[in-house]
């Protein structure tokens, strides 16, 4: 191309760099070969450092200034094909973010590293046709013997992930078969998997039926399909039936889930149903790992792909549907740097591919909701239990006026030994992990405050350390003040492990479980306590809302909600959808399969129509009037928001670059749009910085957009933005 006839080519490329920009290159002059195609990887000199990008696209506009050539093209084939280019393209327009850390979001660390785009070997082995010479080797090894069997008892072989589910320890008795030459090993890393369906032994019920018919019938084109059903009424059901649709037509299907390590028994239940190579993308694997579960994505050989959050962003070989299960989970809101939605980024993606995208709640947000009203979306509604279960009761017991027991009232001590003296068990829900939150001097009143953020630090007893839950910071738990040097040192309130300990004080027989994010650190802890509680071996569960996830606990006929009330008068403007999600979830834990379940709110406020109208009517109408208060007070779904944050180690800096964003915003906006603020943020000083925010809303989400990136390329270009951290949250989750 280095021949001057050529028309120009100019390269604009996406590097990993906090900067709302792209960069032109030029091809060196002696380029031979036709220009590299967009989605490729190219090694390119930013500044004085050498960095790998991606091809955006290819223009022919002379840019003002001097361009630099490209090195290396390290894809033959584009990593991104056509259409993950313009969902990427349209994210970092749409949150207004970056697109270098767009991409950087998208791609494994290994591609953005530079390494090759290629899989690790997959092994299958097969049996070789043996003598009985060699058969008769095996007599008196068991395991190998039991190991060649299976191997042998499926004509194509058989591969890792089902030696696996079969054996613990088979990598020495292969070896062993292997070198007796009784089996051939094949690289099928390159082999679309094959899938064995196994049918379950019931049939769908109507409402599960119809679901399922409704999405087979729009299987061709976008549509959005909100599957609402109480746990256990079978959505996960719908899930399989809808994918093993997709997968009979040769199509992939993507499941996009909160959080992997919540949610095994989804990806076991993909894995029984349809015997075949899953592609499992979630924040646990190494980047080994990752690259190849999304290069098997990328090739189409894996068929089911289920991820957390970013894994909307994994190429697809012949996308057919997307799942989204628990749809409402905040955990799909990324709330740092790149602040998307993979909910709606899904969305998109569904309508950019015209495929149907199928989002799946036991309490839907009443954003999804609320497309159903406006008729973007078909609700499918699942409204009874499967098999024998029937809605709980829910019961609401006043707070006042009664001691305490690690925050449990008598009457609930009292249903917890009912329950278990029935042989059940009980899920005790308290939304406060460690021992108390907050620790005083019963002599000089000092308390326990983080250093660097404007909170309290929470007790943890089991440590022995005190910690802040904002930002981490911790200390040992001094034995005394260290203001006044008293060891009158108070552990005010409780949380998890002090109910733990007041429960296994009272029912030391029982079994008593804690269940959050301290107790389930290490790895695999979380299902090691899944299977105590499955087995019953333990009765009484305490847990925070890592409990509220999708799991079944059979077992459990009560459950007790130790303190409702933060949802009733929380900052949040999502306080009460969070609570009523939180205690329709939790609820729905309870009801044993053949008995009553009931649920117990302890409440400061009994008589709040909240708790009464959460009663009264199902989860759907009690949502309607939500939207009702919403619409009143014109806050999402009814309006369109974005908060501006600012932080720094100074307040003045915070306020100086903050006072001058608001007037420039002035100046832009049109009178309709609000602006509310710029005001100090609910938590002032965060891990050392002080933070203020503006929040913007208007009813047109287009005409918004627009005053957005006009205002930020401002705020790009501000001197005093140099000093402060600043971001612009678009449809925020949270407004602190
Ligand atoms: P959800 O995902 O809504 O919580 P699941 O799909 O996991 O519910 O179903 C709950 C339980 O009911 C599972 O054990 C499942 O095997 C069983 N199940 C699902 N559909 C049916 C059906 N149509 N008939 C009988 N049992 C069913
Ligand atoms: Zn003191
Ligand atoms: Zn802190």
């Known amino acids: 191309m280095g021949t001057e006839s050529a028309t120009p080519v100019y390269l604009r490329i996406a590097i990993s760099i906090p900067l709302r920009k792209s960069f032109d290159y030029c091809l060196p002059d002696d380029w031979q070969s036709p220009p590299p195609r967009p989605g490729s990887r190219i090694k390119v000199t930013f500044g004085n450092k050498s960095v790998i990008g991606v091809l955006l696209y290819i223009h022919h506009e002379k840019p003002a200034y001097k361009l630099r050539a490209i090195g290396e093209v390290l894809d033959y084939q584009p ?14 327009d749409y949150y207004c973010h970056a697109i270098g850390e767009v991409f950087a979001t998208a791609l494994p660390a290994r591609l953005r590293q530079g390494m090759s785009a290629n899989k690790s070997p997959v092994y299958r082995w097969t049996a070789v046709i043996d003598t009985g010479e060699q058969q008769a080797k095996l007599a008196n090894a068991p395991k190998q013997q039991a190991l060649y069997q299976f191997i042998s ?14 054996f613990v320890n088979w990598r020495a008795p292969l070896k062993a078969l292997e070198q007796k030459n009784l089996l051939s090993q094949n690289d099928v890393s390159n082999k679309p998997s094959d899938f064995h369906y196994q049918a379950p032994d019931y049939r ?3 409402a599960q039926q119809k679901a399922l018919d409704t999405l087979i019938d729009n299987s061709g084109h976008f549509m959005t399909l909100l599957l609402h059903g109480v746990t256990g009424s079978g959505k996960t059901e719908v899930y399989l039936q809808s994918s093993l649709h997709m997968l009979q037509q040769g199509r992939q299907v993507l499941i996009l889930v909160p959080e992997i390590g919540l949610t095994p028994q989804l990806v076991a239940s993909f894995q029984s149903r349809f015997a075949t190579t899953i592609a499992v993308l979630h924040s646990g694997l190494n980047d080994r790992e990752r690259l190849d579960a999304w290069l098997s994505a990328r090739d189409g050989t894996a068929k089911i792909i289920i991820g957390t959050r970013s894994a909307v962003f994994v190429p697809l070989q012949a996308p057919g549907l997307i799942i989204i299960d628990e749809e409402h989970d905040s955990s799909f809101k990324q709330m740092e740097g790149f602040r998307y939605s993979a909910r709606d980024v899904a969305i998109k993606r569904a309508s950019l591919l015209n495929i149907p995208v199928l989002l799946g709640s036991a309490t839907p947000s009443l954003e999804s909701f609320s497309n159903v009203h406006a008729g973007k979306s078909t609700l499918l509604h699942l409204p009874d239990r499967t098999g024998e279960a029937s809605h709980p009761d829910i019961f609401r017991l006043d707070l006042r006026g009664h001691k305490l027991t690690g925050g449990l009232l008598p009457h609930s001590l009292k249903t917890i030994k009912e329950e278990i003296d029935h042989g059940g068990q009980v899920l005790i829900f308290l939304n406060r992990r460690g021992y108390a939150p907050a620790m005083v001097c019963d002599s000089c009143g000092w308390i326990a405050e983080c250093h660097h953020c404007d909170i309290r630090m929470t007790v943890h007893r089991r440590d022995a350390r005190l910690r802040c839950h904002v930002c981490s910071h911790e200390i040992p738990l001094p034995d005394s003040c260290p203001d006044c040097g008293s060891n009158q040192l108070i552990k005010l309130g409780y949380g998890t492990e002090k109910l733990e300990d007041v429960l296994q004080e009272k029912f030391p027989d029982a079994g008593v479980i804690r269940i959050d994010r301290d107790s389930t650190r ?31 606990f059979p077992q459990v006929g009560t459950v007790i909600i130790v303190d409702a009330d933060n949802g009733l008068y929380g900052l949040d403007f999502r306080a009460q959808e969070h609570m009523a999600q939180l205690i329709t979830q939790v609820a729905g834990r309870a ?8 649920v117990y709110i302890q409440t400061w406020h009994p008589d709040h129509p909240f708790f009464e109208a959460l009663q009264s009517q199902p989860y759907y109408d009690f949502c309607h009037k939500l939207l009702k208060e919403r619409e009143v007070t014109g806050m999402p779904p009814y309006s369109y928001l974005a908060l501006l944050r600012v932080e720094s180690n100074q307040m003045t800096q915070t306020e100086s670059f903050i ?17 509310l603020g710029p005001a100090i943020a609910p938590l002032e000083r965060k891990a050392g910085y002080f933070r203020m925010q503006l929040l913007l809303k208007s009813a047109h989400r287009a005409e918004l957009r627009r005053i957005l990136s006009q205002w930020i390329a401002l705020m790009d270009n501000m001197k005093s933005a140099k000093k402060v951290r600043w971001s612009v949250d678009i449809d925020p989750y949270n407004l602190y």
């Open 522 to 552: 290490r790895k695999d802890a979380f299902q090691k306590i899944i299977q105590s509680v499955r087995s019953g071996e333990k009765k009484i569960l305490i847990g925070t809302q890592m409990l509220a996830k999708g799991h079944h």
């Open 79 to 92: 990593l991104i094909d056509p259409h993950l280019l313009e969902l990427l393209n349209w994210a970092a």
């Open 204 to 206: 769908l019920n109507p």
């Open 659 to 675: 006072n001058q964003a608001t007037q420039a915003l002035k100046e832009l906006a049109p009178p309709q749009l609000e602006i």
């Open 153 to 166: 008892s499926s004509k194509d072989g058989r591969q890792e992930f089902e030696l696996n589910a079969n």
């Open 591 to 598: 009801g044993r399969e053949h008995r009553h379940g009931k």
